[in-house]
T-cell receptor, first 115, second 114 residues
């Protein structure tokens, strides 16, 4: 069965500092992995996705994530945080067997950016 | 602009009343989904539909019902049988149901039942 674990419900960084949001997944077959961002009282927006083409995936707003099969991880990073990055971030997994409608979302990590 | 609209943004109801949340998409997507979001719990799937006139229960379907009479519309009814209906509800769509398809989300409806 698929599952997603996001380590840390809250992460706080200073403006200009590295952003690292952690995601570990469990899947019995090669997974598809996603990161979404949600601003307050809005829907989710796709940041990036991994579909096995390349292990390092670049997304919007300067974010990127690296798929590490040996660690079953898909951590999200951004070299320099901006105030506008403050939001909630969700890691999600689906797989080739169950299809997109079985996308499993993590509990989310809220990112705070200090001036 | 293509996208998903949900209405209303905020909805207030008395306990015991059924309420219907609207979701419309003009992305020409086949698949549509309804999620419930509660603080600290991520998104939980209520219902999904892969094609018109067909839909399946998700993980927390009890107390909810849906219809899919048109490709662009997927309304959700929260019935009086739903024990804890106060939540943020998100509608989404995708162009396919293969695992690599990302989902596009609407802005959500916040339902408060008192």
């Amino acid at each position: 069965a698929q599952s997603v674990t996001q380590l840390g419900s809250h992460v706080s960084v200073s403006e200009g500092a590295l952003v690292l949001l952690r995601c570990n997944y469990s899947s019995s077959v090669p997974p598809y992995l996603f990161w979404y961002v949600q601003y307050p009282n809005q829907g989710l927006q796709l940041l990036l996705k991994y579909t096995s083409a390349a292990t390092l995936v670049k997304g919007i707003n300067g974010f990127e994530a690296e798929f590490k099969k040996s660690e079953t991880s898909f951590h999200l990073t951004k070299p320099s945080a901006h105030m506008s990055d403050a939001a909630e971030y969700f890691c999600a997994v689906s797989d080739r067997e169950t299809g997109g409608f079985k996308t499993i979302f993590g509990a989310g990590t809220r990112l705070f950016v200090k001036a | 602009d293509g996208g998903i609209t949900q209405s209303p943004k905020y909805l207030f109801r008395k306990e015991g009343q059924n309420v219907t949340l609207s979701c419309e998409q003009n992305l020409n997507h086949d698949a549509m989904y309804w999620y419930r979001q509660d603080p600290g719990q991520g998104l939980r799937l209520i219902y999904y539909s892969q094609i018109v006139n067909d839909f399946q229960k998700g993980d927390i379907a009890e107390g909810y019902s849906v219809s899919r009479e048109k490709k662009e519309s997927f309304p959700l009814t929260v019935t009086s049988a739903q024990k804890n209906p106060t939540a943020f509800y998100l509608c989404a769509s995708s162009s396919g149901t293969g695992g690599s398809y990302e989902q596009y989300f609407g802005p959500g409806t916040r339902l408060t039942v008192t």
